[in-house]
C-alpha cells in the first residue's frame, strides 16, 4: 500500500496535464530546473564563502586593531589611521 503502482501515476499525470495544458508545461519544467540550478550555485558559494572566511589569529597586538584607509585627498596620497583629517579650502567653500 505504501508505494503507487503504474496507473495511479498514470492518473496522475493526466490530471496534471488537464490542470496545467500542454503548452504551459514544457515552460514550467524549464522554469523549475533553471530554479535549481541557481539554488545549487548558491549553495556552493555559500560553501565556498564558510570555507574562506575561517578568521585568523592576530600574532601581535598591532594586528589586532586593523587601521581603516581614508578616502584619498587631492595630492593622491593615502592616509591610513584613526586620526580625522582638516577640510581642504575648496570643501570649505562649498559648504558656505
Known amino acids: 500500500m ?16 488537464l ?32 570555507d574562506n572566511t575561517a578568521p585568523a589569529a592576530p600574532e601581535s597586538p598591532d594586528e589586532a586593531t586593523p587601521q581603516r584607509e581614508l578616502p584619498r585627498s587631492e595630492t593622491g596620497t593615502t592616509d591610513t589611521g584613526t586620526a580625522a583629517t582638516q577640510p581642504t579650502p575648496d570643501q570649505t567653500k562649498k559648504s558656505a
Do not use: C, Y
Open 2 to 17: 505504501g508505494a503507487m503502482s503504474w496507473w495511479h501515476w498514470l492518473i496522475v499525470l493526466v490530471v496534471v496535464l
Open 19 to 50: 490542470l496545467f495544458g500542454s503548452k504551459k508545461l514544457p515552460d514550467a519544467a524549464r522554469g523549475l530546473g533553471q530554479s535549481l540550478r541557481i539554488f545549487k550555485s548558491e549553495v556552493q558559494e555559500m560553501q565556498r564563502d564558510g
